[in-house]
């Protein structure tokens, strides 16, 4: 830190003003009020000087803060003394009054306790302006009046130049810190990673030895008692391979697509098809409308739209319906999805598609992120509309012709 050097800047003006006054006849009394200003000055930066260096070394910003604020005390008062005595609201030397705030926000930026110098300097100045002539004292006549009132100029502008520099100081420190801290959780988020990928695939294995042994105890008519807790085994063992499947498929990157001409009609049935043990099951009934032909990568795209019907008839009760809607629009081609389910909440619905966020007990939210990632590489977009108790519509916008917009990478980041 260097404010001290700057609280002397003052001290310095007011020896010119009093050597420029004296020349002017201006009367003696002020003179000597405004030469008494300045020495207490000078003590003032004398004795900080001393202190200042133990005290800045141990003390916090807070504290530094109102350090600095005090050292500005006397430069403060002195100086609103000196411009009272030399004209009042009149005086050339007004401007200098800024300057024990600008000494301090230069140190420490800005602060309430900068902000509470300012204020007091504002008041300061109403008072002044409040004097009366007698004891403002008589304007000074120019050219005096002039060359003090550009000396005034010219030392606050001195006291600028550092705040300035200090604060592309503290943007750049502050700027080299967060890159450093963003760096620093990249590297951990990449460690914590490979440690979750490594633990998901050490765990396939043996899941796979588990349910199969569960399995063959299902078809051995001796083990008959133990059925019914030998297939909530399964179950749970099929829902723990499942969320280490979709684990596994969010943290690997993503398959570069591979667009040809498709046919989304037959793309929807033929996913309907695949889910529909899964919709007897909840007893949810699944329609397909409407067709369009778009340039895309069919594998990946029933891959995203799988995930987003399977949760649609999560989502559904029993004796409802999951409909999905395919139409062209356009240059661009709309897979609608819609059932009349549960709905969401709208606080529900800005979390939708936020890793391992889900409304549902056996869940891990990856099913959205991975279809919203399929939809990106194709230069597409994904947008939920959703009521409590008026059901969930996904509308899936994609371009008919492929654009290569959104390569890999970028739609892991979307």
């Known amino acids: 830190m260097r404010w001290p050097s700057e609280d002397l800047l003052p001290v310095v003006f007011h020896l010119v003003a009093v050597a420029v006054l004296a020349a002017t006849s201006y009367p003696a009394g002020r003179i000597a009020i405004l030469a008494l200003a300045a020495a207490v000055q000078k003590a003032n930066y004398l004795t900080w000087r001393k202190r200042d260096i133990k005290l800045c070394v141990n003390a916090d910003v807070d504290q530094l803060a109102w350090l600095v604020v005090a050292s500005q005390a ?3 008062l002195t100086t609103g003394v000196a411009v009272a005595v030399t ?7 007004l401007l200098t009054i800024m300057g024990a705030y600008v000494a301090a926000v230069s140190a420490v930026g800005d602060r309430p306790q900068t902000r509470l110098l300012l204020g007091a300097t504002a008041l300061e100045v109403g008072v002044i302006a409040l004097l009366p002539r007698s004891l403002a004292g008589p304007e000074l006549a120019s050219p005096a009046y002039a060359f003090l009132t550009l000396m005034s100029v010219l030392g606050i502008g001195l006291l600028l130049a550092p705040v300035h520099a200090r604060a592309r100081k503290r943007r750049d420190a502050f700027a080299r810190a967060r890159k450093e801290m963003a760096a620093d959780a990249l590297a951990r988020a990449q460690s914590l990673e490979q440690i979750g990928s490594k633990v998901a695939h ?3 294995n043996p899941l796979t030895g588990v349910k199969a042994l569960v399995q063959l105890g299902l078809r051995n008519p001796a083990e008959a008692s133990s059925h019914e807790r030998l297939e909530i085994v399964e179950r749970e063992v099929t829902r723990m391979q499942e969320i280490l499947h979709n684990y596994l498929s969010f943290t690997r990157p993503l398959q570069a697509v591979t667009p040809r001409r498709v046919e989304l009609g037959p793309l929807v049935s033929d996913a309907l098809v695949v889910l529909s043990a899964r919709a007897d099951d909840a007893r949810v009934r699944l329609y397909a409308q409407g067709d369009a032909t778009l340039e895309a990568d069919p594998r990946r795209l029933k891959e995203a739209l799988l995930n987003l019907v399977a949760n649609a008839i999560e989502a559904t009760p029993p004796g409802g319906e999951v409909v999905v809607e395919v139409r062209p629009a356009g240059d661009d081609a709309e897979i609608v999805v819609r059932d009349n389910g549960r ?17 549902r007990d056996d869940g891990t939210g990856l099913g959205v992120v991975l279809a919203r990632s399929v939809i990106a590489q194709h230069g597409g977009s994904l947008r939920y509309e959703s009521e409590p108790g008026k059901g969930t519509r996904v509308k899936v916008t994609l371009p008919r012709v492929a654009t290569g917009a959104c390569d890999a990478a970028c739609a892991a980041r979307r």
């Open 87 to 93: 004209g009042g609201i009149h005086s050339p030397l």
């Open 74 to 76: 006397c430069f403060f």
């Open 343 to 359: 709905g969401m909440a709208a606080e529900t619905l800005r979390h939708i598609g936020t890793p391992f966020f889900t409304t």
């Open 202 to 204: 050490e765990l396939k």
